[in-house]
């Protein structure tokens, strides 16, 4: 699963089982004795009495218009399980089953013996816990070491859009006529929706797909290729190859009319083929560039080769138009979000392309990590996600050195790493999971950032020869098997042994720590100018400055250099520290030190404040004297140290003065987000916030002169990225170039004087010309919209028409985001765009959601979605809407079941709001340098509005 979208799932709550699930739950059913398991821990989980060895699964799909006797939407399935029993006297067993009906079961041994079930109750359905038990006939149990065939005729779902996952129905139009398509999402815990099934990761078998689908269709794809045909009238029988040995949640079928492939490599031993609607053809070209490369050096580094992992295995990228996520792995056949896989030249913007590249090489990796090898239970996710994720930026950097990935992996996703771990409950990578709710919630950011992040210091600290070495070993030690961590800690200590490195760290100790401990630590650093001594401390970092201390302690794998020769190259740590203290004897006579090079490393640094005053010193006179990756993290580490209440605001912009001359991409990135942090805490300010505004314009002086407001032809893209989110910080806070510069692009575009905006652009051009325009632009926006024909593009319209402040054009919005025109994926987007968008557009948006709660609940699907748009609608409004919707909240309790959530949301505006009052001088003295403040900031306190994106949200919508 690939990180950008499936965030929108981090708050999922127990709530999403019942959404999962097709039918009412039965009362609280009872399990028989004769199966065991854990009532508290594992309860959802298969007891491991039964080793699967193949499945067959038939599939009869019904569209529209089905025959007499079928629903349309739904499809006839017969599956055929082969297992073994290794436990003995079972006289019943379990599968996972969430289907729509189960027709008949029936068991035989290998050599097709009937094994009598028990007449009046052969199977049961668990429904809570999504089981399906086998019942046999009094006094017969299975017999150990045993081979059984269990044969399960049943009906299926055809789901209503991609939410709810397993197999699902998808749309697209294509010259005004709509087009439906069935799809499968499986991961995590689907598998049951498409068959009743051995549905957890560690589970693994062989599957032999066939699928009967209307003559009329075009061919399915699925994992394998197809093997044969059989014409049978109204229906074509196809037949797959046998996958690989995998777990059932990789399965994936994918059948329509028209879907066909848009670009291939033409190679047929090494098939990459780039598969989507007809009418999306020419946008899978650059997909198409970076795949093979990607999968020939993931061989090569690896050393296991992808193409013989299969029976004529394929390598085939699907573009879905409907999608729950960003991408998910399915083996031969990975599924994408349309958008991250089709590229349209002058329509799609550089992020959006480089996210092509980055989730192709995530999804590819995954091949390998995920795939052939894969975590035993989802409470290790981060062992499939955390290599993915690595390689996302690695892979794809060393196909391509332009895009600069190496460097931006360290904002992207290590910054994001510290962000997310640094709340008192963060959890660890392994952490237990068990309801299905519970699985979700754990692919969260930690799993993907924190993950990768530990591989990247794992590298450095072993040397890459080493690293390569031992992923080469685990991937062989456990192929086609599942893996626990303690596997990938032995294949560690196997390459360090073997090689003779790191003395006497224990490997072992040192990824278990990480591994099992929340959180990271923060390095106090405290120089003796005399002696130069260096003394160090850790602690673990909390962001919030009220977190009770703890004193938990990692192994560190340090790097540092000083001023007096300061070298950025060498990213082999030194030494590591083990212990709460450490002290390292440094020549004396120099001004400065900086620890973690490159910040490649898991931890923050704080320094005494004389060596921060050298660094600003020197940051000013010269800020290219420090390595622009350790200028990021100090842009970084000085906002979380300022938030978490180690360091005063007045040291901490001291320190950050020097972005008024630094126009460095990966300077800004955190910048902005820093700055926008604490301008969202004084928006119920307007005197604070003006004079705060006014600071931020001196600030974006020289990088907007550097950026410019058009896009050259030829500039490195982290220049291209820049100006996109630069200028969209800009133009939102007011600066006066920004702002003309894009109306006047905006009109010239309108009036038809200019044919196009640079999609690099867009964000901010379209944005702002709407907030200064009328419901004409508006339409006009949205009828262009209507017509894009690249999903990139149109969900970057519909960001900008969230930006229109006219009451008509926010009321049509609102019923557009409802509406068939925008997909289920994108309406939580859709409102967390119209909250963002312009100031006071939630309280639009609240007058809409009282009237139209249960329309809105609906169309969002998942009870998380529904959840967030009440927490993010309550973050961006200001007092008297936060009096208004706490109140609606209270008097309708009956309705909206989720008023908690939308409580919790408004007291935690509140006081992010009492936050930035509370602050308001001392922040604006520290920004303006020194003096004091005109008018004393805390006696002007006007109530307007409040605006507090958590990172989260920001993230998604990146
Ligand atoms: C689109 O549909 C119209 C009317 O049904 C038809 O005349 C036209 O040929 C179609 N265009 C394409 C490209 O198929
Ligand atoms: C396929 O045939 C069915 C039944 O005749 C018909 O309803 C459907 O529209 C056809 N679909 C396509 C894509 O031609
Ligand atoms: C699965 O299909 C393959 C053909 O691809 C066949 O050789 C094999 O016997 C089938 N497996 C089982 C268990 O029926």
Not at 328 to 343: A, C, D, F, I, P
Request: net charge negative.
């Amino acid at each position: 699963m690939s990180f950008l979208t499936k965030l929108v799932l981090v708050p999922a709550l127990l709530a999403v089982v019942r959404s999962e699930f097709p039918f009412d739950l039965e009362a609280d059913l009872e399990l028989e004795p004769g199966v065991t398991r854990n009532e508290d821990l594992t309860s959802y989980r298969l007891p491991e009495d039964l080793d699967p060895i193949h499945a067959d699964i038939e599939i009869t799909p019904y569209f529209e218009t089905a025959p007499a006797g079928k629903e349309p939407f739904t499809f006839d399935g017969v599956t055929r399980h082969i297992f073994k029993a290794v436990k003995d006297n079972l006289n019943a067993f379990v599968l996972q089953d969430n289907v729509r009906d189960v027709r008949t079961v029936s068991l035989t041994t290998a050599d097709g013996t009937l094994v009598a079930l028990n007449a009046a109750n052969p199977f049961e359905r668990i429904r809570q816990y999504f089981f399906l038990k086998i019942n046999l006939a009094e006094g017969i149990t299975l017999v150990n070491g045993e081979i059984y065939h269990l044969t399960i005729e049943y009906i299926g779902n055809i789901n209503e859009t991609p939410m709810t996952r397993g197999m699902f129905r998808g749309s697209y139009i294509d010259n005004g006529t709509l087009h439906w398509y069935a799809a499968c999402h499986l991961q995590p815990t689907h598998g049951r929706q498409l068959f009743p099934s051995f549905d957890e990761p560690g589970f693994k078998s062989t599957f032999n797909i066939t699928v009967n689908r209307p003559a009329n269709f075009t061919e399915t794809f699925s994992n394998m290729r197809i093997r044969d045909t059989v014409d049978m009238g109204d229906r074509v029988k196809e037949y797959f190859y046998q996958t690989p040995r995998m777990s059932a949640y990789l399965i994936t079928i994918h059948i329509s009319a028209h879907f066909k492939v848009l670009s291939e490599n033409y190679d047929n031993e090494k098939s990459y083929r780039i598969i989507g609607r007809p009418n999306a053809e020419g946008q899978g070209e650059y997909a198409l560039e970076v795949g093979p490369p990607l999968t020939k050096w993931m061989e090569d580094y690896f050393g296991i080769e992808y193409y013989t992992m299969g029976e004529d295995m394929k390598n085939d990228q699907l573009a879905s138009p409907d999608w729950a996520s960003g991408a998910t792995e399915n083996w031969g056949l990975v599924s994408y979000r349309e958008l991250r896989l089709l590229y349209e030249e002058g329509e799609t913007n550089a992020a959006d392309k480089i996210s092509i590249g980055t989730i192709t090489a995530h999804e590819l990796a995954h091949k390998w990590f995920g795939n052939y090898i894969t975590a035993r239970w989802w409470d290790n996710v981060w062992i499939n996600e955390g290599f993915a994720s690595y390689f996302e930026y690695f892979a794809m950097d060393a196909v391509d050195k332009d895009l600069e990935l190496k460097d931006q992996f360290n904002i992207m996703y290590l910054q994001s790493a510290l962000s997310a771990d640094s709340s008192a409950s963060t959890r660890a990578l392994r952490h237990t999971v068990n309801s299905p709710a519970e699985v979700t919630g754990h692919f969260s950011g930690i799993s993907y950032t924190k993950g990768a992040s530990l591989l990247l210091m794992l590298k450095h600290f072993l040397s890459e020869d080493t690293f390569k070495k031992a992923l080469h070993t685990f991937l062989v030690d456990r192929a086609y098997e599942h893996a626990f961590p303690e596997d990938l800690y032995r294949a560690f200590k196997a390459a360090v042994t073997e090689d003779g490195i790191i003395g006497n760290v224990d490997i072992e100790a040192f990824l278990n720590t990480w591994v099992d401990q929340p959180g990271y630590p923060v390095l106090s650093v405290s120089v003796d100018t005399n002696s130069g001594l260096v003394s160090l401390k850790q602690d673990r970092f909390y962001l919030s400055a009220t977190a009770t201390p703890t004193d938990e302690t990692w192994p560190l794998p340090l790097t540092y250099t000083t001023s007096r020769n300061p070298d950025w190259e060498n990213l082999t740590p030194s030494e590591v520290m083990l212990g709460k203290t450490h002290q390292i004897p440094i020549e004396p006579g120099y001004d400065w030190v900086i620890f973690n090079v490159q910040q490649q490393g898991i931890y923050r640094v704080n320094y005494d404040t004389k060596t921060w005053e050298n660094i600003a010193n020197s940051l000013r006179s010269n800020h290219a004297t420090i390595h622009h990756l350790n200028r990021a993290q100090i842009v970084d580490d000085v906002f979380a140290l300022m938030r978490s209440e180690n360091m005063k605001y007045d040291l901490g912009f001291r320190v950050l003065d020097f972005l008024k001359q630094d126009t460095s991409y990966f300077s800004w990135y955190p910048a902005i987000t820093g700055l926008n942090w604490i301008r969202n805490r004084f928006l119920h300010l307007p005197e604070v916030l003006a004079q705060y505004d006014e600071q931020m314009y001196e600030f974006l002086d020289a990088v907007i002169k550097d950026l410019g407001y058009d896009v050259p032809s030829v500039e490195p893209v982290t220049k291209t990225l820049n100006r996109f989110y630069t200028l969209t910080f800009a133009c939102n806070i007011g600066h006066k170039g920004c702002t003309e510069d894009a109306v006047q692009k905006f009109r010239a575009y309108r009036d038809g004087t200019s044919s196009s905006v640079n999609p690099n652009l867009r964000r901010h051009v379209f944005c702002q010309g709407l907030r200064e325009g009328g419901y004409e632009d508006w339409k006009f926006l949205k009828e262009r919209l209507l017509r894009s024909n690249n999903q990139a593009d149109s969900i970057a319209m519909l960001r900008s028409l969230g930006c229109t402040p006219n009451e008509q054009a926010i009321q049509e919005y609102l019923e557009m985001l409802l509406s068939d025109n925008i997909k289920a994926q994108d309406r939580l987007n859709g409102f967390t765009f119209l909250f963002m968008g312009n100031r006071g557009n939630s309280k639009v948006a609240l007058q809409f959601l009282k009237q139209r709660v249960a329309d809105i609940r609906a169309a969002v699907i998942l009870p998380a979605s529904f959840n967030s748009i009440l927490s993010n609608m309550a973050a961006y409004l200001d007092n008297e809407g936060l009096d208004d919707m706490e109140q609606w909240l209270r008097n309708n309790q009956a309705d909206v079941p989720e008023f908690n959530v939308g409580l919790n949301a408004i007291a935690s505006a509140r006081t992010s709001m009492k936050w930035g009052t509370d602050r308001a001088k001392e922040i604006l003295e520290a920004v303006q340098g020194s003096g004091t403040v005109p008018g004393g900031a805390a006696s002007i306190i006007v109530p307007t509005i409040t605006l507090l994106l958590s990172s989260v949200v920001a993230m998604m919508l990146r």
